[in-house]
């Protein structure tokens, strides 16, 4: 059976609408909890798929949480392999840094909420993540924080707000500083655990955030799936080539 890694940050981020179609997939899924577990226990060459998951924390206070330099350290080893690797959000920004980029705080703001995408220089490399870039197309987006496109990345999508909001790198690493793993029955744990970044964020209300995941969410969870079918679909086709690589 094929193995998919989940690093977690933390315990209400976690692999949402992903996690079902993984084991369709045939991938067991394990659980690593950044911070409690200890990367050191594990190879970063080892699992068939690496998924590093969101957070509230930034990859730029090193000092306050010092794990995040053996992530970032484990990343750049698996990303130098070629091997599958997704980051959502936080986990974006980590493979970013993971190939040296700058990682920041957003000079436009935070950016919570439902917003489109744009396609990117590349998107025509990534078919299945059309559906995610239509013009009416709403992706839910949480960070305030935003990196610079790794020298040798791909640029897949952009939003009106930040330029770089997906990346791919090599065959098979893809960044997506949005969250399309995000299911509308994950909304409320959302809003309880981000709960005093939404009192103290502008121009965003408990009220609008729950509103807006009612009326763009199930479009959105349909478009979704249709993503991650292709992303899963084109994972099985080369796994052949990074596993003999």
């Excluded at 807006?212 to 292709?230: E, I, K, L, N, V």
Aim: overall charge negative; charged content about 20%.
């Amino acid at each position: 059976m094929k193995t998919a890694l989940a690093l977690r940050h933390v315990a209400f981020e976690d692999l949402g609408q992903l996690a079902p179609l993984l084991a369709q997939h045939g991938y067991r899924v394990d659980y690593l909890d950044i911070g409690v577990d200890s990367l050191t226990d594990c190879s970063p060459l080892d699992a068939d798929l690496v998924v590093v998951l969101g957070g509230p924390i930034a990859v730029y206070e090193l000092e306050r949480y010092p794990y995040l330099r053996a992530e970032i350290a484990w990343l750049r080893a698996r990303l130098l392999e070629d091997l599958p690797t997704l980051g959502i959000c936080l986990g974006a920004q980590l493979m970013a840094a993971a190939l040296h980029a700058r990682v920041y705080p957003g000079t436009a703001g935070k950016e919570i909420g439902w917003a489109c995408l744009q396609p990117g220089a590349h998107a025509d490399e990534v078919p299945w993540m059309a559906q995610l870039m239509c013009a009416d197309m709403r992706v839910l987006q949480w960070h305030g924080d935003t990196f610079d496109l790794p020298t040798g990345a791909r640029h897949l999508a952009c939003s009106d707000r930040y330029p770089n909001q997906a990346f791919a790198w090599g065959r098979h690493g893809l960044a997506l500083q949005f969250h399309p793993e995000f299911d509308v029955r994950m909304a409320e744990r959302w809003l309880i655990g981000h709960a005093h970044e939404i009192a103290h964020t502008r121009n965003i209300s408990l009220s609008g955030l729950r509103a807006d995941a009612d009326r763009y969410g199930q479009r959105f969870h349909r478009a979704s799936q249709q993503f991650w079918q292709g992303w899963l679909g084109s994972l099985a086709q080369t796994r052949g080539h990074y596993r003999a690589a």
